[in-house]
């Protein structure tokens, strides 16, 4: 099992910047991909980010590409994930998750953080 914590997060005017930390622990040597998801108020958790821990390939949601960039640094177990020119519309909690099987960048991930709340104001 990894565990997993997130930071970072806080309120912050549109068009302003934020970085999100997640710190892993545990199994870590086991974890193939680590992702971004968010839950707005009265929505259900979606997808923001995601890279490979080995390699590096990244994909993004279409809402925040261009715009948020996942980077992961595997000396220091910690995914990161810089958001720039937000948006009253990023408003969530936002959690990362590890996955240790193969699978696609959207799932299945078996261990998730606690969520960090992310608020946008116009």
């Known amino acids: 099992q990894v565990q997993l914590v997130e930071s970072g997060g806080g309120l912050v005017q549109a068009g302003g910047s934020l970085r999100l930390s997640c710190a892993a622990s545990?199994?870590?040597?086991?974890?193939?991909?680590m992702g971004w998801f968010r839950q707005a108020p009265g929505k259900e958790r979606d997808f923001v980010a995601a890279i490979t821990w080995i390699g590096g390939s990244r994909h993004y949601a279409d809402s925040v590409k261009d715009r948020f960039t996942i980077a992961r640094d595997n000396a220091k177990n910690t995914l990161y994930l810089q958001m720039n020119s937000l948006k009253v519309e990023d408003t969530a909690v936002y959690y990362c998750?590890?996955?240790?099987?193969?699978?696609?960048?959207?799932?299945?991930?078996?261990?998730w953080g606690q969520g960090t709340q992310v608020t946008v104001s116009s």
């Open positions: 545990g199994r870590t040597f086991s974890t193939v991909r």
């Open positions: 998750a590890a996955a240790r099987q193969t699978g696609t960048y959207y799932g299945p991930y078996d261990s």
